[in-house]
């Protein structure tokens, strides 16, 4: 059945269907607000390591291209000076490189955290057919990231043109003042340029975002029918998980026939709770739970007990305590040892019995 037979998708997503989404890719992300946040974090990184870089590279421009003409060179002469401008390059750019692919890193794990999907690396040729994929190609979220990034476009033309335009009469003047001061300046008008922009991305990527997982709450999102369906499939069919409690209470009802008779006392709530007790004194150093239910199952030992004439009292608190704390076949806890030696004295009595001496007590 086609997921868009079931009807009007109105129920929020269950856990399952999340974890099930989350398994498959569909996650919340913003390519946008990775780009723009590791744009921001590119210039900022070339702002604190920007001078140190322009004197490392300098000087090693300086080094390899000025000075003595070199008028013989070897090939072990050329592997040397490669391998001295490798190192130097590396020396130079590996900080920056290394803080651009953490900030990469956690651009992109702070939206999604950990996620592998080695499915994806896999070539899917159906996502690459026109043919069967013009409904996406034409839809409706494609519209909307292709206006997106026209209002990108504009935006960073704007964000630009207000800059260029505040320094309009500077750069006028720039035929008046010396190369290095030329150059320090183009720097900082082109550096707080693109942090303004990277800002205005930044903004603008947060919005994405909200789209993003507005857009992703909708999609898994889900209909009536669905609920159902994930129902079976993960508590099984009603009707069979039906069936198999019909099973077990037969079965309760059947060892109750059995147990019942071998109690000494029941006590009640009086309709709600019943505890079947027995108590036999060379054997056990206090009463047993041989049995215990509450209403339908209460019912049943109570109609048991008053067939094989095994007395039913009705003591509401020990009743509820005994079957919140005791399990069947454990004894009763030394907290309800009073309560329930009354009740086995008022049995013996009842009984005819002698009492068992200091151990009933």
Do not use: C
């Amino acid at each position: 059945m086609a997921a868009d037979d079931f009807g009007d998708k109105t129920h929020d997503a269950t856990p399952h269907r999340r974890q099930q989404a989350r398994e498959e890719g569909q996650v919340v992300k913003s390519q946008d607000l990775a780009s723009a946040g590791l744009l921001v974090a590119g210039l900022l990184v070339l702002w604190y390591f920007g001078q140190s870089l322009a004197v490392q590279l300098g000087t090693m421009a300086h080094e390899h291209l000025g000075g003595d003409a070199w008028l013989a060179l070897g090939q072990a002469d050329i592997v040397h000076h490669l391998i001295r401008v490798a190192q130097a390059l590396l020396m130079s750019l590996l900080p920056v490189l290394a803080l651009l692919v953490l900030a990469g890193v956690v651009a992109q794990m702070g939206q999604v955290g950990f996620l592998f999907l080695p499915q994806k690396l896999a070539i899917d040729w159906q996502r690459i057919n026109p043919l069967q994929n013009w409904k996406q190609i034409v839809s409706l979220s494609n519209a909307v990231h292709l206006g997106f990034g026209i209002f990108k476009v504009l935006l960073i033309v704007a964000v630009a043109a207000i800059v260029l335009w505040s320094e309009r009469v500077r750069l006028m003047n720039l035929v008046n003042e010396t190369t290095p001061q030329i150059a320090v300046y183009l720097f900082s008008v082109m550096f707080w340029t693109s942090i303004k922009i990277g800002g205005s991305l930044v903004a603008l990527a947060v919005l994405d975002y909200g789209y993003q997982y507005w857009k992703h709450e909708q999609d898994l999102k889900m209909s009536t029918q669905e609920l159902k369906e994930e129902m079976k499939t993960q508590q099984g069919d009603p009707q069979v998980a039906a069936r198999r409690k019909q099973i077990h209470r037969q079965m309760v009802m059947h060892r109750l026939s059995s147990t019942i008779p071998e109690a000494d006392v029941v006590v009640t709530n009086p309709t709600h709770y019943a505890v079947a007790l027995k108590y036999d004194h060379e054997k056990m150093a206090a009463p047993v739970v041989i049995a215990k239910g509450v209403d339908l199952l209460a019912k049943r030992i109570r109609e048991l007990a008053q067939q094989h004439k095994v007395p039913v009292l009705e003591r509401k608190e020990l009743a509820r305590a005994l079957y919140a704390s005791v399990e069947v076949g454990q004894p009763v806890p030394a907290e309800q040892y009073a309560a329930v030696a009354e009740v086995v004295k008022y049995v013996y009595q009842l009984k005819g019995k002698a009492l068992p001496g200091a151990r009933a007590a």
